[in-house]
């Protein structure tokens, strides 16, 4: 996969940023949770830590990398002090999004049960194990490289 290079040129000029705004602020108060669409805008942040951000977080058409890359289109066409405001609220309300999205990644480790060690008798098959012959001759899996260098296969 090759990786296009950034230039600036190809960031879009939004010529009725009044508009852009508005559907953008209206996309962004749908991708949040249920309990922050129904206080218009600014959206409410009396969360009290009950949400899992996470999924916020994800990625996908309503994920945080479209978040950015759209408000860098809004950005790179404000033109006036009042534009300026719009934008710097809702960039605003993003970093606090953010920060709720961190804590919940964060809080991920402490709320996922303790991990059981695993032998290495139970990582390797049985010989003769089935699940390495496909019908038909097809590809078969091949063995981790770490295993084979660990002497476990």
Same mark, same amino acid.
Do not use: H
């Given at each position: 996969?090759?990786?296009?290079? #950034? ?12 508009? #852009? ?15 922050? =669409? ?56 993003? =970093?606090?999004?953010?920060? =709720? ?10 709320? $996922? ?13 049985? =010989?003769?194990?089935?699940? $390495? ?21």
């Amino acid at each position: 996969m090759k990786s296009r290079s #950034y230039n600036a040129k190809d960031i879009p000029f939004i010529s009725d940023l009044g508009l #852009y705004a508005r559907e953008w602020t209206e996309w962004w108060t749908l991708c949040q949770p249920l309990w922050r =669409q129904n206080g218009g805008w600014p959206l409410p942040r009396d969360d009290q830590n009950a949400t899992n951000w996470c999924k916020v977080g994800g990625r996908g058409r309503n994920g945080l990398f479209l978040v950015v890359m759209s408000t860098t289109w809004w950005a790179s066409s404000v033109q006036s002090a009042k534009d300026w405001v719009e934008f710097d609220e809702a960039v605003e309300d993003i =970093q606090w999004v953010i920060d =709720q999205v961190v804590t919940s990644v964060e809080a991920l480790p402490s709320a $996922m049960p303790p991990m059981r060690s695993v032998t290495p008798q139970e990582l390797v098959p049985a =010989q003769g194990a089935t699940w $390495m012959v496909r019908e038909g001759g097809k590809r078969q899996s091949k063995p981790s490289r770490r295993l084979l260098e660990a002497g476990m296969i």
